[in-house]
């Protein structure tokens, strides 16, 4: 994209979310979809300096340990896929979704927590917890080599947070037909599950994710034959124990580029709902597409990244609250 035309789609953009914002007054606010009234100026004069403490604090973290930019990324998709983007997934209770078996790989809460306490210093009771993960996982993105997008900011932090709901997320043994039905239900659609699956190009997967593939697919006792041989042999070595890891894309596993689709072309996809994006005729021809044209894909990834911050998000005025720690619902 030209520097021109950046300006130009983010002017649009801010035209139209300030004109939504002014309308408020005249208009129902119930007219207006919930995201509607998120803006990329939210905070201007309320906390002008909350994208760059988040900037800078993800930025500090990244450097003690890389592997933390790839964990806050699945939080936000867990946080948005269940009651939509709420900071639900940070409530620490004993019956929340943060406490099951689902979300026992997640990791990376304590940047968020950091993150918070900065910003509650500087500007006290503003910027919720879903904000500042969404602004997270942008920049974790981009630390890994991805693309940069603007994140529009005002979500508010929801007070519910459910355990039996975790279980809703795919885990990595879906068909393609149960991803589709499950992204369709957020709003997001094949395009944006063949990109948002991209974000496998980085990170690392407990081995119990995908033990079947390996040994016992289908209940054949035999290997999954959508795998590469040797890559076959490679996950064998490399899995003693059900919690070791594997890097999700094998070729270049820190960087965030398309290689997580050239390598589905080689049957070199770490779980089966990787490699089912391949072999799937709804979903094949994107990944195709994705795989060679780098450009197409960090575009549509970032596309489709704020779609996913968009899922249900709480803006109405009695909807939510502004958590100050968020661990916890703010005392009533
Ligand atoms: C399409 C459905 C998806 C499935 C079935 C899925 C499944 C998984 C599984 C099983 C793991 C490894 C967990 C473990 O350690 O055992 C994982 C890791 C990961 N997922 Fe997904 N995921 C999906 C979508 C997404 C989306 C939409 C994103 C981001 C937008 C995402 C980002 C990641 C990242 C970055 C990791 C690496 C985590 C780390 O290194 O700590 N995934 N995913
Ligand atoms: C979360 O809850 C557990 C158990 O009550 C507690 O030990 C832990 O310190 C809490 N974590 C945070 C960050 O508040
Ligand atoms: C896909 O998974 C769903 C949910 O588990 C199941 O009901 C359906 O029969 C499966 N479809 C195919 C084609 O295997």
């Not at 035309?5 to 002014?22: G, M, N, Q, R």
């Not at 300096?49 to 936000?76: C, G, M, R, S, Y």
């Not at 503003?126 to 630390?143: F, G, K, Q």
């Amino acid at each position: 994209m030209k520097p021109r035309y950046v300006s130009v789609v983010l002017l649009l953009i801010t035209t139209c979310c300030l004109e939504a914002e002014a309308n408020l007054g005249k208009k129902s606010v119930n007219s207006f979809p919930p995201e509607a009234l998120l803006s990329t100026g939210h905070y201007h004069t309320t906390c002008p300096d909350a994208e760059a403490i988040i900037n800078q604090k993800v930025t500090a973290w990244f450097k003690k340990d890389p592997t933390l930019a790839p964990a806050i990324i699945p939080l936000h998709f867990h946080d948005c896929a269940v009651r939509g983007c709420d900071a639900s997934i940070l409530l620490n209770h004993t019956n929340g979704e943060r406490a099951t078996h689902e979300s026992r790989t997640l990791r990376g809460f304590q940047v968020i927590d950091d993150i918070k306490a900065e910003v509650e210093r500087k500007c006290p009771k503003t910027v919720s917890c879903a904000d500042i993960l969404t602004a997270a996982a942008r920049d974790a993105t981009i630390l890994a080599g991805g693309p940069f997008w603007e994140v529009p900011f005002g979500r508010k932090d929801g007070r519910i947070s459910i355990a039996r709901e975790a279980s809703l997320v795919p885990q990595g043994h879906e068909n393609i037909t149960a991803l589709l039905h499950f992204f369709q239900e957020l709003g997001l659609d094949i395009l944006d599950l063949v990109s948002l699956s991209g974000s496998h190009t980085i990170g690392r997967s407990t081995c119990n994710s995908f033990m079947n593939r390996v040994y016992n697919f289908n209940g054949t006792g035999k290997p999954d034959p959508s795998l590469n041989v040797y890559y076959l042999k490679m996950l064998k070595r490399r899995c003693k124990r059900e919690t070791d890891l594997v890097h999700l894309d094998a070729i270049t596993p820190r960087t965030f580029d398309n290689v997580y689709y050239t390598n589905l072309l080689r049957k070199v996809g770490l779980l089966s709902t990787d490699q089912l994006l391949y072999s799937d005729s709804r979903t094949g021809p994107f990944v195709q597409a994705f795989a060679t044209q780098p450009f197409l894909f960090s575009s549509q990834f970032a596309a489709s990244m704020v779609k996913l911050g968009n899922v249900h998000v709480l803006t109405r005025p009695h909807e939510g609250e502004i958590r100050t720690n968020c661990n916890y619902v703010n005392p009533v």
